[in-house]
Nanobody, 126 residues
Framework: QVQLVESGGGLVQGGGTLRLSCAAS????????MGWFRQAPGKEREFVAA????????YYTDSVRGRFTISRDAAKNTLYLQMSSLEPEDTAVYYC???????????????????WGQGTQVTVSS
């Protein structure tokens, strides 16, 4: 089992950058396919980005492709989401998640993730 704790959220002006971190404990981030999701007020949770267990494949939702980068550091046992050119529409609570240890492929579906962090708020002002 793995425990996930996000950090790095905050208030930023439009066009700015933030880097979210997701610290894992219990097992290494290299043991899991992992992803980032977000939920804005009054909206459903949506997929943002994911990385396969091997780290060889990454996936992004269309609205963030080219602006966000998902990565991980096995030595620090941390998953990252580097966000640039932020827009007010990116305002949401961001969650990191991990699939079960038996799954190597990443997924865009939140239901296919077994472990979740508590979330970190990102607010982008116009």
């Amino acid at each position: 089992q793995v425990q996930l704790v996000e950090s790095g959220g905050g208030l930023v002006q439009g066009g700015g950058t933030l880097r979210l971190s997701c610290a894992a404990s219990g097992r290494t981030v290299s043991s899991y396919a992992m992803g980032w999701f977000r939920q804005a007020p009054g909206k459903e949770r949506e997929f943002v980005a994911a990385i396969s267990r091997s780290g060889g494949s990454t996936y992004y939702t269309d609205s963030v492709r080219g602006r966000f980068t998902i990565s991980r550091d096995a030595a620090k046992n941390t998953l990252y989401l580097q966000m640039s050119s932020l827009e007010p529409e990116d305002t949401a609570v961001y969650y990191c998640a991990a699939r079960g240890a038996g799954y190597g492929l990443a997924s865009r579906r939140g239901l296919e993730y077994d472990y979740w962090g508590q979330g970190t708020q990102v607010t982008v002002s116009s």
